[in-house]
């Protein structure tokens, strides 16, 4: 089954996994992945009755800590298709680059259609500043 990580206390070395319908509880015992457990990780697992075991990272988060995106790609495309949210679209952050695309659509609307060339700028100077250094799941842009 698949599932994600929706809470990991270290200290009690127990957490609890969300498949969308229902929220299981684990202990690290059932852990076989060699990363510690965080919170957000996307996870496989078997069902023992109503207990995950041998839960392991999915496949495309076994390399967490490596980057995979790139930061000047995701300047670029902050440049020009920041008024749409084509760099957050790239670095994983979709609810925001859904968020930041409605705002545009409004103000496109409102008649404000100067203030959408704000979202490319900022947010450009934002990535070559550093300041978002990581892509959504937490790795860092190369």
Known sequence: MLGVIQSYDPETEAGAISTGKELLQFVISDWIAG????????????????????????????????????????????????????????????RLAIIQFSI??????????GYILLWSFVDALLLFGGHIDKDAQGRPLK
């Not at 995106?69 to 495309?77: F, P, R």
């Not at 545009?104 to 259609?113: K, R, Y």
């Open 35 to 94: 990363a510690p457990p965080e919170q957000g990780d996307q996870v496989t697992f078997d069902l023992r009755g109503v207990k995950p075991c041998n839960i392991n990272l999915y496949v495309a988060n076994l390399n967490k800590g490596e980057a995979v995106k790139y930061k000047y790609l995701a300047i670029l495309l902050a440049i020009i298709t920041g008024w749409a949210g084509g760099h957050r679209l790239y670095l994983g952050f979709y």
């Open 104 to 113: 545009t659509a409004l103000l496109i609307v409102a008649g404000l259609p």
